[in-house]
């Protein structure tokens, strides 16, 4: 008799741990699979998987990822979430891996009703049709609650042996993960930054302004941002961590820093050259965040480093500062 073979959508959660070691001990072969984007990235799913016993699988999604964060057809979630898009993307990913890897059908840890965006029926039904591999999804936390599938009606899986778990409680998975032997799980969300309020602000201003590439999105999480102009935006340490980040990245920006002062670094990213008024603003921010430098003070400027320019100006106002903030 055939064992059957079944990726397993794999965020490193409670509910897709779950999913892994049930279809597992039903005779399932199972390979968990990590879509990796810039805003999550595999290091704790790989955790997870290992310490079940499973050797994680990633794959970078970032292209594809990107541009459907551009126009997502079912839009966004309280953030810059668009997690039916994005999970109908995954499965995609997935069902465009299978021949590769010889596998018979995909699983997820999804429940119904557990995620008021993304898991509803229709919601669950939205990502099937995204995925164009919506007949071989197997969803086995729920799936007694869900319409059958490829893989229950040619009986690779008996529908009388999944679970028919629903609902935002996870008094149930609790148990299964005591069955398991399970102590030491992920608590559910949090994994993806875009559903981070201040990070999703930030994003957003890179979309409005056709600056969706790595090297701007990798910066997201760092430091103090601040938009100068349409065309310049500006990064500032909030500590040593984040000068030695800024610092790294700073092959084509313009950095500041205030001269004869130990402080933070500060970088401007532009797409087009620097206007005089731009080059005092950003002078005045980060002056105005470095706490031993008087209230007025040169500071030394200058492309990747090169800081052979310099210009005095005052500490920025709070008033003017919050006005540019992002």
């Not at 059957?4 to 959508?9: D, E, V």
């Not at 995609?92 to 021949?99: D, E, I, Q, Y």
């Not at 008094?171 to 969300?189: K, N």
Request: aromatic residues 8%; glycine residues 8%.
């Amino acid at each position: 008799m055939k064992k059957y073979k079944c990726f397993a959508l794999f965020s490193g959660g409670l509910d897709s741990v779950l999913a892994v070691l049930f279809m597992h001990k039903l005779g399932y072969e199972v390979q968990p699979l990590f879509l990796e984007t810039p805003f999550f990235k595999a290091d704790k799913a790989r955790l997870a998987a290992n310490s079940i016993g499973f050797e994680l699988m990633v794959h970078d999604l970032t292209e594809a990822h990107l541009e459907m964060l551009k126009n997502p057809r079912y839009g966004f979630g309280k953030n810059m979430n668009p997690c039916i898009d994005c999970h109908g993307l995954m499965f995609k990913t997935a069902g465009m891996l299978m021949a590769e890897h010889h596998v018979d059908f995909l699983i997820s840890g999804e429940v119904l009703g557990q995620r008021p965006m993304s898991q509803r029926k229709d919601a669950l039904n939205a990502v099937g049709k995204l995925s164009e591999v919506k007949d071989l999804l197997v969803r086995p936390l729920s799936q007694k609650l869900l319409a059958d599938t490829l893989p229950i009606r040619e009986g690779w899986v008996k529908k009388d042996e999944m679970l028919d778990i629903q609902g935002r409680g996870r008094q149930r998975q609790i148990e299964m993960a005591a069955e398991f032997g399970l102590s030491d799980y992920q608590s559910p969300g949090g994994g993806c930054l875009l559903t981070d309020i201040g990070y999703s602000r930030r994003l957003k201003d890179l979309l409005e302004h056709n600056l969706l590439e790595l090297k701007y999105i990798d910066l997201l999480p760092v430091g103090r941002h601040f938009r100068l102009s349409e065309t310049a935006k500006m990064i500032i340490g909030r500590n040593n961590d984040d000068n030695e980040a800024l610092g790294k990245a700073a092959t084509e920006e313009i950095v500041f820093h205030v001269a004869d002062c130990t402080g933070p670094l500060g970088i401007v990213q532009s797409t087009e050259r620097l206007s005089e008024n731009e080059i005092k603003t950003a002078a005045a921010l980060v002056l105005r965040y470095s706490s031993k430098a008087a209230e007025t003070a040169f500071v030394e400027y200058g492309l990747n480093f090169h800081l052979n320019r310099r210009i005095e100006v005052n500490k920025m106002p709070s008033s003017e500062v919050e006005k540019i903030q992002m």
